[in-house]
């Protein structure tokens, strides 16, 4: 959204309270940005009394943003709280979701070190840090072991912080 600093965008309501129009589009796209933004994963539950803060910050922003009439409040922040839901479901989609079925079928939740080896490797397929190789080369070993039905592990498959010495 390109504007000046202190440019307000007008944004238009229909009769039942939704945004309307490019503008409102627009108004629905930095709403979802101020909730990824602000909101943390962990809360549950948008009525919260420990989001009343946090809303008030989210509000200030809107207006700061946007030419908004304080009677549509309660309107924006039910749709960052949806955008805030929707944004913990994603997250869920992508980084959870398969894990927890890979749990409930084979009773092994083992794809932790795995998930560090992959974070740590580049797109040319080497190791991003040096440092990281010595911890790279036990969890190929204990996947190695694994495989070949050398080594059971139970439960999170986790590196002895003991062992590495860096």
Known sequence: MARKIDERIE????????SEGKHGDE???WIGVLAREHIPIWIQYW??????????IIWKETVTSFTVDDYFRSTDLKSCGEAARNF??????????DFVT?????????????????SRI???????????QKVSELIMQYNTHESQGTFESVGTTCIDPSIIQT
């Open 102 to 118: 890979e749990f409930k079928e084979t009773g092994k939740w083992d794809k932790r070190d795995g998930l560090w080896l992959d």
């Open 47 to 56: 009525r919260s009394r420990d989001l009343d803060g946090l809303k008030e």
């Open 11 to 18: 944004v238009t309501f229909h009769e039942k309270g939704q």
């Open 122 to 132: 580049g797109t040319d397929g080497e190791l991003k840090d040096p440092s990281c």
């Open 27 to 29: 108004l629905m796209s």
């Open 88 to 97: 913990r479901h994603d997250l869920y989609k992508t980084f959870v979701k």
